[in-house]
């Protein structure tokens, strides 16, 4: 969670990651960042978020972000 | 409740509507003037024993006041610009709704156009009709690619544009507009004389088309079956040419079917048309002038199978009206013609 | 048959009446039959290709779930199987699942890319071959079905989302509606079926306040459409005429009357579907938002053409994104350009194949392209910009006024406007030099003397599109479209409104004989 919100704050320093829970439905995060996040997740996890996990649902909070990469992890195929 | 907004609703919007549309259809009562032409029959309170169809060839060219005049004849010429003869056709099937004429006399010249030719002619020509299945009939032979005939039920949807060109006469004429004929002829006193009478330009074919003939057939029975004698008639008119070749099929034609055809264009000195002072436009049409010498010369021909109307008080009352009318105008123009060299009073 | 020929008219009235009465209760079905009416009045033979699009994309759709369907039974029946065992078997049923949408994929957009883009691809290669003098290839000219890029992406939306574990539709004929529905297959929206399939397969009651929404929103869109859109389409024209040499000013007037002019047309066309489906009960998505409103050009993407955007995003942008050979750039970049720029470079990558395909789906020419290619190249500037934009903003603390926010709009619609006008003069090189034009030859004196006069329109004209514009800009000010439906003024105010839009419509609209209604902009693509 901590290295999770490393990335997070690396990109927007003046957000409280730890508190917000609309990143998207605020416009805090868009595509790009996204996408930034997706490969960073990748590099610093080794784990591959798949196309079809990407929605508003999972990028809306620091947790909701968590919550997906233990998932992926534990049930990796 | 309920019942008041769906009566009242529909009637505002319906008041709406044709208000504007009136508002926007043209008025015809400055530069155009033919545009009232067709519907200004429908005012007739006399019936008449000889109806002219045609184009600008019967509108300009004969005087019905002078076949009132010198033979009694009561005669009203149902003529529209570039009058095509489906036009033509469904013109007299609408007039028969009203009356039964002795007689039709039907200008020969439009046999040329097979097809329609403009829709801002085929508008003149059927605009001012009462909303009848000959209407639409009339309206769907003529109607070009992209013409709607929905725009000959409503003309607002036609006349929609003319939002950017209304002008006073819109307002003024709302509610009605002056007259521009007398017993449907449209009078031209000025004088321009013919200078050159060009041979016509070579046709790649002179047979007239095949849908000019199926509307000529039709003609000729409708008058059969009702009993109407049915003349055809080419005015003397030098432009548009009048080929042999077209002359030759109306001959045949009539010989074929029982018919009378007059060419007056061969019997231009026999009527006594001089060329040099009977057409206001160089041989195109004829002015009031010659028109006059058209009356005595049809009103010979016809005074046989029509009555003298003369002695009728209904009949009379009504043409001396339209006499007076047409001396006005006479004068009118003629004085306009003196003071300005040109005319200026067209409606009355 | 576009939305505003009278046979339009005519075919939604039937529609509309026996949806109600005779045929209340086989609703879908004959929605099904009214749009391939509506799409054989395009030719018989398009109803070919969207055929083998619906059966073939159904097919495959079926097979997955039916794959779905043995899995699960399978792993049902043998519970003792390990995880390693159970990731196994499903590995391999998900190859096979890939196999099925892979095919559909390659064959549907085989169909597009022959109709669409063999003769572009052809006249391509052709100046190659002449370099090498060989032999050149003769153009095919196949003329391109109506609405097929709009279908096939709906059709691919759906079987790309059946991978992804939606529920495939069992009624072929449930399907071949949702993708012909007839209000949004010309130009659409691209809706999901999961968004469409509750409200068009169920049964609708007529109901007079939405019938009433529906119609004021058709007729907002006849409005934008027919008065602003088809009339200040004539000056577009004329400005765009590459022999007309309306260069310099001229390029700017251009720009600004074709934004109008494709906004009022495109927005005006969705109206027309959104209005007609909702008058049938379906409700289909927003297409725009006010993307004139927008500050920055992603922003203008999010608001202007949304359901393109969001297939692009979804289907396009982000599987590249995580695909396993950009991940892998982003180390190496990572790696090599350090932690800034390099890890950026990936994403701008997948950006830049982004807008290439963007472009490419907008029409097989060069000009969509490099279109396409521009606003890619601009949203990745603003981007690297944004640092700069950031520290400036903190120095001088403008950031939340309005007038900087007005600025903000006021750019990102002129850049909108000038990276728009490939679209209008047709050609890479035209427009280039239409673009120099306004920076060497600004062509004052001709516009002081004759200003817009003689594009042929005239002075009522303008005045018309003006008044129709400002209705715009108020109607968008405070909301999107959604706002002209009316829904929340009084019944009697509602009425008087949509009475005077068909009023306006009717007396102001640019219809009837001597105009060719014209095409909507977005048909052709």
């Known amino acids: 969670m901590d290295e999770l919100l490393k990335i997070l704050t690396n990109m927007y320093p003046d957000v409280d990651f730890k508190t917000h829970k609309a990143l998207i439905y605020q416009g805090v995060l868009d595509s790009f960042d996204i996408v930034s996040l997706i490969a960073e997740i990748d590099d610093v996890f080794g784990i591959r978020i798949p196309p079809l996990e990407i929605m508003p649902e999972n990028f809306n909070s620091a947790d909701a972000l968590y919550t997906l990469i233990t998932r992926l992890s534990e049930s990796e195929v | ?348 | 048959m576009y939305f505003t020929s009278a046979n339009f008219l005519l075919f939604f009235l039937c529609t509309f009446v026996g949806y109600y009465t005779v045929f209340r209760r086989v609703q879908w079905q004959f929605l099904l039959m009214a749009s391939l009416v509506f799409y054989a009045f395009s030719g018989w033979s398009n109803l070919i290709y969207i055929c083998v699009t619906i059966c073939s994309t159904w097919f495959a759709g079926r097979q997955m779930t039916r794959l779905r369907i043995g899995q699960e039974q399978y792993l049902a029946g043998i519970p003792e199987l390990s995880k390693k065992g159970r990731n196994t078997y499903k590995a391999v049923i998900k190859a096979k699942l890939k196999k099925w949408l892979v095919l559909c994929l390659l064959f549907n957009l085989a169909i597009l890319a022959v109709v669409k883009y063999i003769s572009f691809v052809i006249s391509s290669i052709n100046p190659l071959l002449s370099v090498i003098n060989a032999q050149q290839i003769t153009s095919i000219n196949i003329l391109l079905p109506l609405g097929i890029s709009f279908y096939t992406f709906q059709a691919l939306s759906y079987i790309i989302d059946v991978y992804r574990g939606l529920e495939s539709e069992s009624s072929l004929f449930k399907f071949g509606l949702f993708v012909s529905f007839f209000p949004q297959l010309i130009q659409g929206p691209i809706s999901r079926f999961d968004d469409l399939k509750e409200t068009l397969y169920s049964q609708h009651k007529f109901d007079s306040e939405e019938f009433q929404a529906g119609l004021a929103r058709v007729m907002w869109g006849f409005f934008k459409k027919l008065i602003v859109a088809d009339r200040l389409i004539t000056a577009v024209m004329a400005l765009s005429d590459p022999n007309g040499g309306y260069g310099g000013v001229y390029v700017i007037l251009n720009a600004f009357f074709y934004a109008i002019t494709l906004y009022a047309d495109f927005t005006g066309g969705i109206d027309i579907t959104l209005g007609t489906a909702r008058m049938l009960g379906v409700a289909v998505k927003e297409n725009f938002s006010r993307p004139f409103y927008s500050v920055s050009i992603a922003d203008y993407w999010r608001q202007w053409h949304i359901t393109m955007g969001t297939w692009f995003k979804d289907y396009l942008f982000y599987p590249i994104s995580a695909s396993r050979p950009m991940l892998r750039l982003f180390k190496w970049s990572q790696k090599s350009f350090g932690g800034g720029f390099g890890k950026r470079i990936s994403v701008y990558t997948s950006t830049m194949i982004l807008w290439f395909v963007t472009g490419l789906w907008h029409g097989a020419e060069w000009h969509f392209i490099v279109w396409g290619l521009v606003n890619g190249i601009v949203i990745i500037i603003s981007k690297e910009l944004s640092p700069l934009y950031a520290r400036f903003h903190k120095r001088f603390r403008i950031g939340d006024t309005n007038g900087y926010k007005a600025f903000q709009i006021f750019r990102t619609f002129w850049l909108m406007s000038f990276i728009r006008i490939f679209d209008v003069y047709g050609s890479v090189r035209l427009t280039i030099k239409m673009y120099l034009s306004v920076i060497f030859n600004f062509d004052w004196t001709r516009f002081i003397t004759n200003g817009p006069s003689d594009l042929g329109l005239d002075i009522a004209d303008y005045a018309l599109i003006a008044i129709a514009v400002i209705v715009m800009v108020i109607a968008g000010f405070t909301h999107n479209n959604r706002h002209m439906e009316f829904t929340n003024v009084k019944p009697i105010l509602r009425t008087v409104l949509i009475a005077s839009m068909v009023f306006a419509v009717i007396i102001f609209g640019i219809y009837g004989f001597g105009y060719d209604s014209r095409q909507f902009i977005y048909n052709q693509f």
Request: with cysteine; proline share 4%.
């Open chain 2, 1 to 348: 409740m309920k019942i008041i907004k769906i009566l009242v609703i529909p009637a505002i919007a319906a008041v709406i509507f044709f208000g504007m549309q009136r508002l926007l259809e043209p008025k015809y009562m400055s530069g155009i003037y033919e545009g009232r032409l067709i519907s200004e029959y429908y005012g007739e309170a006399i019936s008449h024993d000889v109806i002219f169809l045609g184009d600008c060839e019967v509108y300009e060219n004969i005087s019905p006041i002078t076949l009132w005049k010198n033979y009694g004849i009561s005669s009203y010429i149902r003529g529209g610009p570039q009058q095509l003869i489906w036009q033509s056709y469904y013109l007299l099937e609408d007039t028969l709704r009203y009356e039964k004429p002795s007689v039709v006399v039907f200008s020969v010249l439009s046999m040329q156009y097979n097809k329609p030719q403009k829709e801002g002619y085929n508008r003149l020509n059927i605009d001012g009709m009462p909303l009848t299945d000959y209407k639409m009939e009339s309206a769907k032979a003529s109607a070009m690619k992209d013409e709607s005939l929905l725009s000959y039920v409503f003309p607002l949807l036609r006349y929609h544009d003319r939002w950017k060109e209304l002008c006073a006469d819109d307002f003024q004429y709302y509610f009605s507009e002056k007259k521009v004929s007398v017993s449907g002829f449209m009078m031209r006193c000025d004088v321009k004389p013919v200078d050159v009478i060009p041979d016509g330009k070579k046709l790649p074919d002179y047979q007239f088309g095949k849908n000019s003939y199926k509307y000529l057939d039709m003609l000729t029975k409708l008058c059969k079956d009702k009993g109407i004698r049915l003349i055809l008639i080419k005015t003397p008119s030098i432009y548009p040419y009048w080929y042999k070749q077209w002359n030759d099929q109306m001959a045949d034609y009539a010989d074929k079917t029982d018919l009378t055809y007059i060419n007056c264009l061969d019997l231009a000195s026999e009527i006594g048309i001089d060329y040099y002072t009977d057409t206001y436009d160089a041989g195109l049409h004829l002015n009031v002038y010659g028109a006059e010498k058209m009356g005595y010369y049809l009103g010979n021909i016809l005074a046989d199978s029509v009555p003298d109307r003369r002695d009728n008080p209904k009949y009379a009352s009504v043409w001396n009206e339209k006499v007076q009318v047409y001396n006005w105008l006479k004068a009118t123009q003629e004085r306009e013609v003196k003071e300005f060299s040109k005319i200026k009073t067209f409606t009355y």
